[in-house]
Nanobody, 126 residues
Framework: VQLQASGGGLVQAGGSLRLSCAAS????????VGWFRQAPGKEREFVTG????????YYAESVKGRFSISRDNAKNTVYLQMNGLKPEDTASYSC????????????????????WGQGTQVTVSS
């Protein structure tokens, strides 16, 4: 099982990026997916998550209204659209998958997750 996050890069404040989380060896449509980020010297934090059905999404307060998570089951991929990027969004972004469903996931979209991918670096310059 492998999750691969991609799409990071260097962008100016106010810009946009779209991150992708592609899965191999795992049917991502059966899993809730979360995006997390970790900046140097800081703890990893939950950014957003989408339920396995796609009907429920959750966002950290810091990214509400700017970030959007979606899934394309045909491509076995989950996306994170990031608009209005700020320097404080600079971090390594990782995706993770959880088989938890219903209230098990809805009550705790921030974890735990069974599978994790490597991060992709997002750097926002001021």
């Amino acid at each position: 099982v492998q999750l691969q996050a991609s799409g990071g890069g260097l962008v100016q404040a106010g810009g946009s990026l779209r991150l992708s989380c592609a899965a191999s060896g795992l049917t991502l449509s059966n899993y809730a997916v979360g995006w997390f980020r970790q900046a140097p010297g800081k703890e990893r934090e939950f950014v957003t998550g989408i339920s396995w059905s796609g009907s429920n999404t959750y966002y950290a307060e810091s990214v509400k209204g700017r970030f959007s998570i979606s899934r394309d089951n045909a491509k076995n991929t989950v996306y994170l659209q990031m608009n209005g990027l700020k320097p404080e969004d600079t971090a390594s972004y990782s995706c993770a998958a959880s088989y938890r469903r219903g209230s098990s996931w809805n009550n705790r979209p921030d974890g735990p997750y069974e599978y994790w991918g490597q991060g992709t670096q997002v750097t926002v310059s001021s």
